[in-house]
């Protein structure tokens, strides 16, 4: 079993019966949109946040990042870590159809992607000694000298930067530069942009 310190935010109960096979961490389900509404809930996710710190991790579709954008804004006094799962194409086997957008939700992507976007996401391990993250001074404008915003041809380049990295398409700049300052130095991340302008 693979054991984080922090509450795992998911949306759904499927979604955290698939965690609760191979995580044995705290899960809390939003319950989809209804976590808008419920004042029991968001008093839950600010208190998770302050005391033991969130991991956040939703579908890769409008809806679960909408849900991401509202638990972030209900948990900034607290400690929040972000978790992206891939676009990956499909349907969940308990489900007729797929979901509007085509893609698979947290239920339905493998243990291992899932393990890798939670650990990708700065998460505490229990039992391991939490080693120092590089930090990355970029910004925005970082990403415009890289030719990531407010270039012709930016928003290609961004989704195939996003979909590289297994990140939703859908990411806004503010959520990209936070998840490559986990992930790369500033150098690395400008190496890393030319070889996928070369693919």
């Keep these: 079993m693979f054991t984080l310190k ?5 949306e759904g109960r499927y979604d955290k019966i698939k965690l609760s096979n191979f995580i044995d961490s705290p899960i809390f389900v939003t319950n989809g949109f209804s ?17 033991d710190g969130i991991v ?6 409008s809806a ?3 849900i991401r954008a509202f638990v972030k804004q209900l948990a900034l006094e607290g400690n929040i870590f972000d ?6 194409e499909g349907k969940e086997r308990r489900k007729t159809t ?13 243990e291992e992607i899932i393990i890798k976007a939670l650990l990708d996401s700065g998460a505490t391990i229990k039992g391991e000694k939490k ?6 001074p970029i910004t925005k404008n970082d990403l415009y000298i890289l030719g990531l915003s407010g270039r012709e041809n930016s928003q290609d380049l961004r989704k195939k930067i996003l979909k590289e990295l297994g990140l939703p398409t859908k990411m806004s700049s503010n959520m990209l530069v936070s998840v490559i300052s986990r992930r790369f130095t500033k150098d690395e991340f400008a190496e890393f942009v030319e070889k996928v302008k070369k693919l």
């Design 131 to 136: 080693t120092e993250k590089k930090t990355l």
């Design 98 to 110: 797929p979901g509007k957008e085509g893609i698979l939700g947290v239920e339905g992507i493998t």
């Design 56 to 61: 956040i991790l939703t579908d890769s579709d």
């Design 6 to 10: 922090e509450v795992i935010i998911v």
């Design 83 to 88: 978790a992206y799962v891939p676009e990956i």
């Design 35 to 51: 976590v808008f509404n419920n004042k029991e809930s968001q008093k839950a996710i600010r208190n998770f946040a302050k005391t």
């Design 64 to 66: 679960g990042l909408k």
